[in-house]
Nanobody, 119 residues
């Protein structure tokens, strides 16, 4: 059974930083990708960043390029999303997802974690 466990959300002031973690279990190989999405009220769901576990290829949405950084620790089966220079518009529920690749509708989802950025 695939399971994704998130941590690291919270409240931060504009310009601050947070690091989200996604611990993955239940995969039988490294042939999968971890893809962070976010959902804010009144906005469409947005893919934020993705990383392929086997080779570490990374992808970022235009809205977070230069501010967010995704990384992985294979020994811990954990993916991190370092979020710097946070803006109020980054406020959303952030979801860790997994699938074979960086899909728009991933197969597996975590529970979500709230990120709130105050002005």
């Amino acid at each position: 059974e695939v399971q994704l466990v998130e941590s690291g959300g919270g409240l931060v002031q504009a310009g601050g930083s947070l690091r989200l973690s996604c611990a993955a279990s239940g995969f039988t190989s490294e042939d999968y990708a971890i893809h962070w999405f976010r959902q804010a009220p009144g906005k469409e769901r947005e893919g934020v960043s993705c990383i392929t576990v086997r080779d570490g290829s990374t992808y970022y949405s235009d809205s977070v390029k230069g501010r967010f950084s995704i990384s992985k620790d294979n020994a811990k089966n954990t993916v991190y999303l370092q979020m710097n220079s946070l803006k109020p518009e980054d406020t959303a529920v952030y979801y860790c997802t997994a699938d074979r690749s960086c899909e728009p509708f991933p197969k597996y989802w975590g529970q979500g974690t709230q990120v709130t950025v105050s002005s």
